[in-house]
């Protein structure tokens, strides 16, 4: 089955404890990002991958990092998670960035990832 | 800088239509996105607009104008299971989707 994998769903950890997220794709396909959703905000980009070791900054990209080592693999780091890090995470793939085709533009979905910092 | 407006909240009567307006500015423009997302759920794609009209897919149908930076996302014969979120997205030239604020969908029986 096609599909866009997160893990941890949940998690609760405290000010300043590396956390990482995991995110995978079966789909090969060459886009990856990385977003949050907090509450009236939609949905704002934190880093993206264009394909293998090339990332780059979203609208949002302090206090994470994030690597592309692997194709189907795209985590989120944390490494000082601080309180205003709180927030739905959510991992995505597409077949490639295109702006101009439906292709580009149809991204799929990691089923989230809860994350609260005390 | 680029912005998207929709609505916060609409309201509708299972079995009835609902339009979902998007009005957008961008530097550049390439085409207009739609996605669902349920309570709990992740957002999943409905359609993709990169030319001036109508776009059919089953109950829903999505429309563009780009010369009015406007567009909106047509839901025919409400169902319950439609009660969900729903945000207009648009790409930009630096590889980002940017996304509105998404617009809760509320159906009443």
């Known amino acids: 089955e096609a599909q866009v994998t997160q893990n941890p769903r949940y998690l609760i950890t405290v000010t300043g404890k590396k956390l990482t997220v995991t995110c995978s794709q079966n789909m090969n396909h060459e886009y990856m990002s990385w977003y949050r959703q907090d509450p009236g905000l939609g949905l704002r980009q934190i880093y993206y991958?264009?394909?293998?070791?090339?990332?780059d900054k979203g609208d949002v990209p302090e206090g994470y990092k994030v690597s592309r080592k692997e194709k189907r693999n795209f985590p989120l780091i944390l490494e000082s998670p601080s309180p205003n890090q709180t927030s739905l995470y959510f991992c995505?793939?597409?077949?490639?960035?295109?702006?101009?085709?439906?292709?580009?533009?149809?991204?799929?979905f990691g089923p989230g990832t809860r994350l609260t910092v005390l | 800088g680029q912005s998207l407006e929709q609505p916060s909240e609409v309201t509708a009567v299972e079995g009835a239509i609902v339009q979902i307006n998007c009005t957008y500015q961008?530097?550049?423009?390439?085409?207009l996105s739609w996605y669902q997302q349920h309570d709990g759920g992740a957002p999943t794609f409905l359609s993709y607009?990169?030319l001036d009209g109508l776009e059919e897919t089953g109950r829903f149908s999505s429309f563009l104008s780009r010369s009015d930076s406007y567009g909106y996302l047509l839901l025919q014969e409400l169902q319950m299971k439609d009660s969900a979120s729903y945000f207009c997205a648009v790409p930009d030239s630096n590889y980002q989707l940017i996304w509105g604020a998404g617009t809760k969908l509320i159906i009443k029986p």
């Open positions: 995505a793939s597409s077949l490639q960035y295109s702006p101009v085709r439906v292709e580009g533009n149809e991204q799929f």
């Open positions: 607009n990169a």
């Open positions: 991958s264009m394909n293998v070791e090339v990332t």
């Open positions: 961008t530097s550049g423009f390439y085409g």
